[in-house]
């Protein structure tokens, strides 16, 4: 999928969301991609029981869910920001943090690009639509504490990248 929507690719964008050639129907993949992600984190136990390979394929499905929305699509910006459990489900991700034995790069990765598919969704808008249903289902905590994410992360990054090039052990 994410190499399919590469480069912004609006009709393959579309084509994931709706495909008007099928008599039988649409099938909206964009829809299966938003569900697997809320299926991947449905609960704190779940996310925090995560072994590396699962939180690669969460990444994977982010990742899916940023291109198929910038470029932009406001079609599936809508759909994505619109759905109010995904949306939750990013602001759980972004707030929570991983067990120990998935690395800190890969912690920092997932919880940064539940971000990029929050921001993602505002990308080149005309209006307030999505803004309004983003805010609308994240929680006021995490206005800050995104923001916080965001300069820890980096920090943590920083000082994990440091204690490598200087051999130090954790």
Do not use: Y
């Amino acid at each position: 999928i994410t190499s399919l929507c590469e480069g912004h690719n609006s009709d393959a964008q579309n084509m994931l969301r709706e495909q008007p050639m099928l008599s039988q129907g649409d099938i909206n993949i964009v829809a299966v991609v938003i569900h697997t992600v809320i299926v991947l984190v449905v609960d704190s136990r779940r996310l925090h029981r995560m072994e590396e390979v699962e939180v690669q394929l969460l990444l994977s499905t982010l990742d899916a869910l940023v291109e198929v929305i910038q470029g932009p699509c406001s079609s599936n910006q809508d759909l994505v920001a619109e759905h109010g459990e995904l949306v939750e489900a990013l602001d759980f991700i972004m707030d929570s943090k991983l067990h120990e034995r998935v690395g800190l790069d890969t912690s920092l990765f997932v919880r940064a690009r539940s971000l990029n598919v929050l921001v993602s969704c505002l990308e080149g808008r005309g209006d307030l639509r999505t803004h309004r249903a983003i805010a609308a289902e994240l929680r006021p905590v995490n206005f800050e504490s995104v923001r916080a994410l965001i300069i820890s992360s980096h920090d943590e990054l920083k000082a994990h990248k440091e204690m490598h090039v200087h051999n130090i052990p954790p």
